[in-house]
């Protein structure tokens, strides 16, 4: 019975740890995070095929094993100014209701374990916009990590279809 009950214990510490793990990267000089949750894979950045009459942001689709994915510019969603591809160039691939999406970001970082006692909402100087995709600013150390809402990065909070049409 006691093994039993420390199993459990151990197995909701692993839920609760699971829950802050965020997948951090960078545009320019500035670390995000993204809930692990959401994270499928991380790539290579791939040939994309240009789909006319779309958001800026988005830089076309990819064939990912078979499926068609859209393939989402960070930089140009953040309105940020484009730099040219790299080496450290990556694609996350995230998985958010029913839908993939990639993510290109200038590099992926680390996996941070950011607790919730870490974690302050984002400053009023963001305003209090419903669709704002910074979820809160996490503290690591004496730098701050901006974290992400997938959801809402995708569109307006929906899981079913983002906010632009491929």
């Not at 100087?125 to 990065?153: E, N, S, T």
Request: with cysteine.
């Amino acid at each position: 019975m006691a093994d039993h009950l420390a199993s459990d214990r151990k197995t909701d510490d692993m839920e609760q740890t699971e829950l802050h793990k965020y997948l951090t990267f960078v545009l320019g000089n500035v670390y995000y995070g993204l809930d692990i949750q959401f994270v499928r894979e991380i790539i290579g950045m791939q040939d994309i095929t240009v789909v006319p009459d779309v958001p800026p942001f988005i830089k076309g689709v990819i064939n990912l094993r078979g499926k068609v994915i859209p393939v989402m510019d960070v930089r140009k969603r953040f309105n940020m100014p484009s730099r040219p591809y790299d080496d450290r160039t990556c694609i996350i691939v995230i998985h958010v209701g029913d839908w993939l999406v990639g993510l290109v970001v200038d590099t992926v970082s680390e996996v941070l374990d950011i607790p919730e006692a870490d974690i302050e909402p984002p400053p009023e100087a963001f305003g209090h916009r419903q669709d704002h995709f910074i979820a809160g600013m996490g503290k690591v150390g004496d730098d701050v990590r901006m974290l992400i809402d997938a959801q809402k990065l995708l569109g307006r909070g929906s899981t079913t279809a983002p906010s632009f049409e491929i």
